[in-house]
């Protein structure tokens, strides 16, 4: 079935000019991932009137994705998310291409996807994995959106070639894909994200576990879908130029359920380089000891501060 | 296959939400009046956080023009009533969740019989006279309401506490009494040259902001801009269902455009404050004996404006 294009979109045409419709319809955007925002952003994107997708990734719908999955519904559990989202896209805009991969694609692959997109949207939940694409869209030069929801907390950004990248604003080291997991899947690392609590408002009790490996992300439909919504909008800044898009290291922050137009801080930067300076190598490795005691103590801390908040409540 | 309980389904919510938050999103109830684009995607985003018991209220079916914003709208939905989809789609992201359905208008009675059954309403028609009438509703019984004004990509967002400094102090709209006044005023040319700020904040093209003006076509909305206010006025749903956070209440207000995310309030340093004393003021000079003169007036403004606008566009760098 073919619908028209015009009467689809026709409210688009209240803001966008003939050519930058055009320009939509024409771009070609490139979703790597399964977490829920690759699969919410793709959704954004046929509904702007994106017609031209390539998305990859792997996984099923499980019970816990129904907080926040846009794809997951009871009749969905089990099913694979990239068929289902390749589905959902038809049912927008029957007239869209949609290339799907059920893999996560190797380095060389990931070189082919980007040359043949015009943005890169990173939506693995490995956090390594996520930096690897970002730097091969750096190298080749196309512009890439980062959409990261964490609990109450999100980011948003554009990174192109004349911008920060990924690991000037996180404070990632610089390693190669291997180094790079092993330090994101470190306990050290984990406690690094402590402002997950913070300005993430997650509980400890869930942190500690999360720490420990027992939980997953907290996630909250609230803001992930609003994180993916100013993605969305950035991309179609990025797409039509019709706006400057917030380039790093300008961003979108969403913190403690208040959102705005910010900058990556440059304290989790200079905090998370020290402690890898410190940490990552050598000697660090005898210092496990002390940042056990430091970490038992913020703990102890913040559990005796969330207490008291509770009992605050009505 | 078993379907899985209400614990197993939200668990990635207990990350942030404790045990007591998350009954209380369980047994509150909301009344979404209007199921389009900010209505029906604010009923999903409570749904899959866990809210169990809806009432939802519209009378129209999907039709094409949906397609570019509405979460429900597919081309295999399309010609069907929206609340009925919407319950459909709510019922598969939480078996146990409460659903009524009204296909139809609501009336007056009907409304204040409604409102004290419910924690939270949602007035999400795209009649700003009804909304008007139904946050005043909502007030006068003492029940929480959102408030979600989207236009292109400019939106408030805002609750209404029954409290609250009403919603028009916010978008400086006269306290008339009746509907129907309400209503008259809102369509006639003069009182709609009030949105011109649309063409300006909102980025609405010029030719398609004067064909709404003098043709009365309907608005026009961007998925990105309308998800990002459902997703941040449900999540100010969420904050007074919970009581986890300190919700964004009337006199403050989100103001919501492609650069900036600010909180306003009312009264406060900002255009709104301007744009709203400019609607105040000049509803009263109309009704006085200078209402021919001014209206004069306004054409001539109307046409500075229009050029003013195709000059902007005309600036504006061209893709190539």
């Known amino acids: ?314 | 296959m078993s379907i899985p309980d209400y614990q197993e389904l939200f668990l990635r919510n207990y990350g942030i939400f404790t045990q007591n938050e998350q009954e209380r999103l369980r047994s509150s109830r909301v009344l979404i009046i209007g199921c389009g684009g900010i209505g029906g995607t604010v009923a999903i985003i409570l749904a899959r956080s866990g809210v169990s018991r809806f009432i939802l209220v519209e009378f129209d079916e999907y039709g094409f023009s949906n397609m570019n914003r509405q979460i429900a709208c597919f081309t295999d939905t399309l010609g069907r009533n929206k609340a009925e989809v919407l319950r459909e789609q709510i019922l598969k992201i939480n078996p146990e969740a409460q659903v009524e359905v009204y296909p139809e208008l609501l009336t007056h009675d009907r409304l204040s019989e409604l409102i004290p059954k419910v924690d939270m309403v949602f007035p999400a028609a795209d009649d700003l006279a009804f909304s008007v009438i139904v946050f005043r509703e909502a007030q006068r019984l003492g029940v929480p309401a959102l408030l979600i004004f989207p236009s292109g990509t400019w939106a408030n967002v805002c609750i209404l506490m029954p409290e609250s400094p009403p919603v028009e102090d916010i978008e400086g709209v006269p306290k008339l009494g009746s509907y129907d006044e309400l209503k008259d005023m809102l369509e006639i040319r003069k009182y709609k040259f009030g949105t011109y700020f649309y063409v300006p904040f909102a980025d609405w093209r010029i030719d398609y902001y004067r064909a709404f003006v003098e043709e009365n076509i309907s608005p026009a909305h961007i998925a990105p801009s309308v998800w990002l206010c459902s997703s941040l006025g449900s999540l100010e749903v969420l904050k007074v269902l919970s009581g986890k956070w300190k919700p964004v209440a009337s006199p403050r207000y989100w103001n919501i455009t492609t650069n900036a995310i600010r909180i306003n309030r009312i009264g406060g340093l900002n255009l709104q404050t301007l744009l709203v004393w400019q609607r105040k003021i000049m509803w009263r000079l109309f009704q006085t004996r200078l209402s021919p003169i001014l209206e004069w007036g306004q054409e001539i403004w109307w046409k500075l404006f229009v050029a003013w606008g195709h000059y902007r566009e005309r600036r504006e760098k061209q893709p190539k």
Not at chain 1, 32 to 48: H, N, Q, V
Not at chain 1, 273 to 283: A, C, E, N, P, S
């Open chain 1, 1 to 314: 079935m073919s619908l028209p294009y015009k009467a689809l979109f026709e409210r688009n045409y209240g803001i966008f000019t003939e050519k930058q419709q055009e320009l939509i319809r024409s771009s070609t955007v490139l979703i790597i991932g399964d977490s829920g925002t690759g699969e919410t952003i793709a959704s954004l994107l046929a509904r702007c009137g994106v017609e031209h997708f390539i998305v990859a990734g792997r996984g099923t719908y499980t019970a816990g994705d129904m907080n926040r999955q846009i794809g997951c519904f009871t009749d969905t559990i089990g099913e694979n998310k990239i068929t289902r989202m390749s589905q959902t896209i038809l049912n927008i805009n029957p007239s869209a291409q949609v290339s799907p991969y059920h893999e996560l694609p190797t380095e060389e692959e990931l070189v082919s996807l980007i040359e043949q997109c015009d943005v890169v949207i990173p939506a693995v939940d490995d956090l390594s994995y996520n930096v690897l694409i970002f730097r091969a869209a750096r190298r080749q030069g196309k512009p890439a959106v980062l959409c990261l929801p964490s609990g109450s907390i999100g980011w948003i950004s554009v990174f192109t070639q004349d911008t920060d990248t990924i690991e000037d604003v996180f404070g990632v080291p610089k390693l190669n894909y291997k180094g790079l997991q092993r330090v994101v899947h470190s306990r050290e690392y984990r406690c690094a994200q402590y402002n997950f609590i913070t300005a993430g408002d997650w509980r400890v009790d869930w942190f500690w576990d999360y720490f420990l490996g027992k939980r997953p992300l907290a996630l909250l439909c609230s803001v992930e879908w609003m994180t993916v919504s100013l993605a969305a909008l950035e991309v179609m800044k990025v797409i039509t130029g019709k706006w400057k898009p917030k380039l790093a290291p300008k961003c979108w922050y969403i913190r403690r359920g208040k959102v705005s137009s910010s900058h990556f801080g440059l304290f989790i930067k200079w905090h998370r380089k020290l402690g890898w300076i410190i940490f990552g190598q050598g000697i660090g490795i005898h210092l496990h000891k002390l940042t056990h005691w430091f970490w038992g103590t913020f703990f102890r801390l913040i559990r005796y501060w969330q207490k008291n908040l509770e009992r605050w409540q009505p």
